[in-house]
């Protein structure tokens, strides 16, 4: 499924449809037939949203089957006790009947919470719901949905057509392929709509179009693009929840985000009924940037798993609230690397600035190997020749359409095993006041506290703080796949404290200092433009002096990025636990007052990428490179088997290796870090994370992780080392951007002498040459199996600082010297990554190894 940005260019025509919502009004509308649900509730309840839930009781077709029962235990996570800790229970088939208009459709929202019921194991909730005739679900496990999603709970929207008989009948049957198996349901919506879909053009086959509005649809996605989370209670009357884009997207390339003026007020044009979204939708986008260059040479990309065999309505809201006229700003819209229109221009199709519109497509996606996925891309238009080579997008929802049998099931989810005994240990917290009996926590086979990297360490932590203070969640939403929160205007985050005091704190189980947003700032200038030493996809890097003179470097997250969350939480888990003399040293965070801040040791000579090219700094001389290599290699090694955990950074690049004032190379940036594979695994399946120019193509194109991923970046960092050139550079010939392709073509003409830094060309030994090109060759080759382990890496580099000090020593003895160097670095490997290990015991017991390694005269 990679995308060839050549082809792209030259889009395919296709069919197109403006899309209007038959309806009479343009204002919000009324549900008149609408009905929300607490299943086993005695009484009518509210939730943490101001929601009314009434009892199901009245609506059963008997209650002979049926139990009414309590969940035994409470996931701090959960957005409200109403409906999710009581359900209706079913050992047989059972049917709920509803009286509805026969000519409206309706929202079916069903709310799963899978712990266990009275004397029933939720491992064995397998069951089916049909819906007047359309199958929602088959052989539905809650449980394994939860455990595989990371998520506390599930809910499954679906849009039914009109019913001609007035009366809905949703019947839940317990599996007959598993003994005992049972079914249940916490919550039951039904609420009326008006008519929201109508044909839209089939991508990749000209002239042909589906006819929604005959299909009943089940909703996977739905995105405010570019704006934040919106609760069901600020929909524009039809209750639907909103999510942020950020989790889906692909690599590197997230674009920016915007927000229309104060100034810009959103006109709903005459035929676009104002329920289609809201203007919380409209107002905020997501567009690649103000470089022409960079837009023009990469999609803006969101990528989201999916059902193979069933064809899928793609809905793409836009409102352009920066462009004015026409050609200003024209782009391409891909689907599953397929065109689905090749000119698109907002200002065009609306007419007028600040005007919303919508457009449908339709795609089908088989079964073949690679079609869990559905990949939506925007990119400029270059044959337009337009003002500005950018692109935008508001909103996304995706929805699956129903087969021809009727059917909207998918199979069960895959639950990743990656779960670590951190994550898989029972949690406890104290009840608040308004709970008069205690909640038992455990871990519910997983699906209670079932936490994945990046989006398992931000619900970790946030869970964390709220056992410590005894609060619940007010997260919302029926498809709670990530932890958006932002922290609080009075507080930290990090401990349930303020972060007044400087002393020790446990964040996330590991000693890590807090820091009091006051501290930092004075010691920032006030976060003053003069202090600023780096930018990255987190936020700016200052430079900042703390306890009365001490440097050290602050990184400060862009507020109006909501993946520094991610990357916030991820580091401090990570690097508060880790204690390597190659990985940089967290030393302390401030979560206060919606500021998240990290403190980390400075590194006098910043990146390595400074001292490379494009810079005014002193070029490294070739022992200086190698000694870098080396370290780094290191830091990598010691994560991928050092580690009480194997850990893959994801984002190795030269901007990621720092330098100490004595030249010391050490990996830093861990927001994209994940947990590896486990012994009984080869990998670990996610969404592809990444920079760029350095990512493994084998991961690329299988969303299959390993710990060979990082040895595919590093592969890039040595040619960029030896070349002294970006790992991309669109300014070049197209057979010349990537720095990858590039030196392995030249590596196999043998012609490699051609484009080596000419400033260390006369410093390398021809042997030490040769062998650095073939390790770094052999990190790139195209299959994870091929290349060698990071291990091996090291230890070829150690071969090659050996052969340029001895280019004339018996190879023996070079060979000799090279494990003897690896073998004190593996020596390394035991030191304990536990949170009591303090920064002087380090140094005291392991100084005399540390210099023997980064001493050439200790090889």
Known sequence: ?????????????????????????????????????????????????????????????????????????????????????????????????????????????????????????????????????FTLLNNFSALITAQALTQAYIIREYNIVPIQTGILNLTFTPSPAYNGSFAFVNGIEIISTPELFQAAPLVGFSEQSVEVEQNTVQTLIRLNVGGQYIPASDDSGLSRTWYDDSPYLFGAAFGVTSQADENVRINYPTGLPEYIAPVNVYDTARSMGPDPKVNQNFNLTWVFQIDPNYTYLVRFHFCDYQMSKVNQRVFAIFINNQTAFPDADVIGWASAKGVPVYKDFTIQVSDRSGDEQLWVALQPNQTSVPEFYDVILNGLEIFKINDTKGSLAGPNPVPSPLATPMESEPKQFAPSKSRKTGLILGAVGGAAVGFALVIGFVAFLRRRKRMALGESSSIAGWLPIY???????????????????????????????????????????????????????????YRCFVDG??????????????????????????LSKLRHRHLVSLIGACEEHNEMILVYDYMANGTLREHLYKTKKPRLLWRQRLDICIGAARGLHYLHTGAKY????????????????????????????????????????????????????????????????????????????????PALDPNLPKEQVSLADWALRCHSRGVLDDIIDPCIKGEMAPECLKHFAETAAKCLSDQGIDRPSMGAVLWNLEYCLQLQNNPDGPEFVVQQKANDAYAMHETLLTIEENDKISQETEDSSSNEIFSQIINPQGR
């Open 1 to 133: 499924m990679i995308f060839d940005i050549h082809v792209l260019f030259l889009g395919i025509a296709c069919s197109f449809i403006v899309n209007k919502v038959h309806s009479a009004s343009n204002s919000n509308i009324s549900n008149s037939d609408s009905l929300v649900l607490a299943c086993g509730a005695p009484t009518n309840a509210t939730d943490n949203n101001g929601r009314s839930w009434i009892p199901d009781s009245k609506f059963l077709a008997s209650s002979d089957n049926s139990i009414v029962a309590t969940a035994l235990s409470q996931d701090p996570s959960l957005p409200s006790t109403v409906p999710y800790m009581t359900a209706r229970v079913f050992q047989s088939q059972f049917t709920y009947t509803f009286r509805i208009s026969p000519k409206a459709r309706h929202w079916i929202r069903l709310h799963f919470y899978p712990p266990s019921y009275n004397n029933l194991s939720s491992s064995n909730g397998f069951f089916s719901v049909t819906a007047d005739g």
């Open 483 to 541: 932890d958006s929160s932002r922290s609080s205007e009075t507080g930290t985050t990090i401990s349930g404290k303020s972060c007044g005091s400087s002393r020790i704190s446990n964040i996330g189980g590991s000693l890590c200092r807090r820091f009091s947003l006051a501290e930092i700032k004075n010691g920032s200038m006030n976060f003053s433009e003069s202090q600023v030493i780096g930018v990255g996809g987190f936020g700016k890097v």
């Open 549 to 574: 003179g001490t440097e050290v470097a602050i990184k400060r997250a862009n507020p109006s990025s909501e993946q520094g969350v991610h990357e916030f939480r991820t580091e401090i888990d990570l």
């Open 646 to 725: 194997t850990i893959i950074h994801r984002d190795v690049k030269t901007t990621n290796i720092l330098l100490d004032e004595k030249w010391l190379a050490k990996v830093s940036d861990f927001g994209l870090s994940k947990t590896g594979p486990t012994l009984h695994q080869t990998h670990v399946s996610t969404m592809v994370k990444g920079s760029f120019g350095y990512l493994d193509p084998e991961y690329f194109r299988r969303q299959q992780l390993t710990e060979k991923s990082d040895v595919y970046s590093f592969g890039v960092v040595l040619f960029e080392v030896l070349c002294g050139r």
